[in-house]
């Protein structure tokens, strides 16, 4: 048996395990190694939709599916198959259209099937171009019929704070998640990374194992809630960082390798 049996270590991506010149650091790709070839297992749990976290997944030939999305879908690598995956409601599509009549100031975009949906176009919109997506900006009337991932809302952090104060009030009937400075959410009800975690863990039934899980933003703060131990970069939200008693060197750090030698002494 490993001195890492019994344990699941998984980390959220940007501002966590990629670094500011967004990589992993050769240091914390040998940490993980170690960690799941001495019994460890070891996922990543992100916003990101699948192209965008492909290309990490299997760099390090992750031992469990992927949590994509902010948790709306758990994706197996190995397999090349969804395990679960949520819609937004119907009902809740219209935000779109509460945010085109009030805001001039944000950027729309709808995720589905793996297609980004520019509703509305803004600076922050423009992070795609040559990174080979799949971005759609002439918009018809049957992107209404499909299943949405999630909307994100992307803007100044200033504009998105206002946002986010007024959002339940204004324009849906559930609180969005905040993923970063420039982005706010909109997913399916109940959708968490820690609930996808929960998904995680009774599909494969891993209920027996210790959690470990680290993040930076408020969308993680589920998936720190469900661990055993839950860790926080210390560039981290200062909110999230309240939450928790487990601090992380920051993402340029090698934030894994620490968490990593935490478990071994414990």
Request: charged share 30%; aromatic share 12%; hydrophobic share 35%.
């Amino acid at each position: 048996m490993g001195i890492f049996n019994g344990y699941i270590l998984v980390s959220d991506m940007d501002g966590t395990l990629l670094n500011d010149k967004r990589i992993i650091s050769d240091e914390d790709k040998k940490s993980i190694q170690y960690f799941m070839d001495n019994g460890g297992l070891f996922t990543i749990a992100t916003g990101r939709m699948l192209p965008a976290a492909s290309r990490f997944a299997r760099e390090l030939n992750l031992s469990l599916p992927i949590i994509l999305y902010n948790g709306s879908k758990v994706y197996d690598y190995s397999n090349e198959e969804v395990i679960k995956e949520y819609f937004l409601e119907e009902e809740r599509k219209d935000v779109i259209n509460k945010i085109l009549n009030t805001r001039n100031d944000v950027g729309i975009e709808v995720y589905s099937e793996e297609n980004i949906y520019i509703f509305k176009d803004c600076t922050y919109t423009k992070r795609f171009t040559g990174k080979g997506y799949n971005v759609i900006y002439d918009i018809d009337e049957d992107v209404w019929k499909k299943r949405w991932t999630k909307i994100l809302v992307v803007g100044d952090k200033n504009v998105l704070d206002e946002m986010e104060e007024e959002f339940k009030e204004k324009y849906d009937s559930e609180i969005p998640i905040r993923s970063g400075y420039n982005f706010l959410e909109v997913v399916p009800r109940y959708t968490s990374k820690g609930h996808a975690l929960k998904d995680l863990i009774n599909n494969y039934n891993l209920n027996d194992l210790k959690i470990v899980t680290v993040g930076d933003n408020m969308n993680d703060k589920e998936l720190i809630e469900e661990a055993h131990y839950g860790f926080v970069v210390d560039n981290g939200n200062e909110k999230l960082k309240d939450r928790t008693n487990y601090i992380a060197p920051s993402n340029n750090e090698n934030p894994i390798t620490y968490i990593v030698k935490f478990i071994e002494k414990i």
